[in-house]
């Protein structure tokens, strides 16, 4: 079944949808040409997603900021907040769109999901809503030691009747068993033999730890495990800093700054000839989490050759933050998206190691997972589909027994064991 043109069928005929799947099945590459098959037809499409990451990667902006939802988790909040009347170029904004897309769904909250749909009410929003996700990776971020409820706890989310949509076919790998590994995994599911099959992936580590790419939970550790491996480089060091590009006098530093953060891009990209790199971004040449050398470094460009010799001239590319403003487009007042500002960095980063987090979407060949930084459900699950090569994956050893390291959301999991389409 071709589920990019059910997609569009359903959506198109008034229905809304949730695509789902597990990792490296293709929701993104479909979202894409969803949004695209829409934008071509002149339709206007929201592109959005609960942080900033999950939003640039969509090209799009979060829900906060595109619903003017400040800096409110849920309805109540927004009420103390003095927003919870929309505005009326808000109003207008969301009844202008044919389509809003939200990816990451799993990292959106019930209380969340209420302001998205309370925010649709408001402004009688009629067109339809596409939500992308696998509730078994990412859950939403809870303040504190508050509990975990996803947005179908939410009341909104059976009132939004989605059509569900399950991708299943793995395009990252084509290895059948580790395949079978990672469905078990995805569900929480160790028996005996998952048990050893895992136990086959840890192995010694050699002197050379520059031919891999290190998962690591935390942030600090993937930094200083880059530095280190960096720092046994003999070539000269050359720092590209981010450029920023302001579209408008009323952007703030602070607004800049805020997204360099949640997109995670580097202020200060530090790299020398001989250093290993990943690829951050998907290109007819490349693709995400494609492992390059770097070759030559200059004014304007950084050259990397990739493990088929092929060297890629690579530009600093914008990454921006788009907002929806009213234009007078041919004597017609009507919405348009234009960008406030755009970050140009390249699309690169030190390939000795990278936290889970910011490896979603990713296909890494050399592949070492340090398990012991693994605190959250379904995170273990989320770094081995990482993997598209298993023969070259390494996983050091737990200090804990790999079902306590393989755990899930005990409600996600019933959510989706009962939701599958098989």
Known sequence: MDLQSVTIRKLSAGNNVFL????????????????????????????????????????????????????????????????????????????????????????????????????????????VLLVVGDFLQLPPVVRGYGEVKFAFESESWAKFEFDMLELTHIYRTDDKEFIELLRSIRFGYVDENIHNRLNEY???????????????????????????????????????????IKHSKSVKDMEIERFINDAKIEKELELKVGAPVLFTRNAWNYFNGERGVVVNIDATYVYVQKSDGKVIKLEAQAQSKNMWKEKTVDGKKEMVEESLFSIYQYPIKLAFA???????????????????????????????????????LTIIAPKKQWYELAFVNQKALNFVKADRVC
């Not at 050399?366 to 995170?379: K, V, W």
Request: aromatic share 6%.
């Open 20 to 127: 789902t799947g597990g990792a490296g099945v293709g929701k993104t590459t479909i979202t894409r040409e969803v949004i695209k098959h829409f934008e071509d037809e002149a339709k206007k499409v929201a592109k959005l997603a609960s942080t900033g990451m999950a939003a640039t990667l969509i090209n799009g902006q979060t829900l906060h900021s595109f619903l003017d939802l400040g800096i409110a988790s849920s309805i109540k909040e927004l009420e103390l907040n003095g927003k919870l009347e929309i505005k009326k170029k808000i109003k207008k904004l969301i009844s202008s769109m044919d389509l809003i897309v939200i990816d990451e769904i799993s990292m959106v909250s019930d209380t969340l999901l209420d302001m998205i749909r309370l925010r649709l009410v408001q402004s009688g929003f009629s067109g």
């Open 354 to 392: 990278i936290t889970i987090h910011k490896s979603q979407g990713m296909s890494i060949e050399d592949l070492i997972i340090e398990t012991n930084e693994i605190f959250a459900p379904s995170q273990f699950y989320v770094a081995l589909s990482r993997s598209s090569n298993p023969k070259r």
């Open 202 to 244: 840890i192995k010694p580590l050699g002197e050379d730890l520059s031919e891999f790419t290190f998962l690591f939970g935390k942030n600090e550790t993937a930094s200083h495990h880059n530095r280190a491996q960096l720092s046994f480089i003999d070539s000269e060091s050359h720092v590209k800093e981010a450029q920023i």
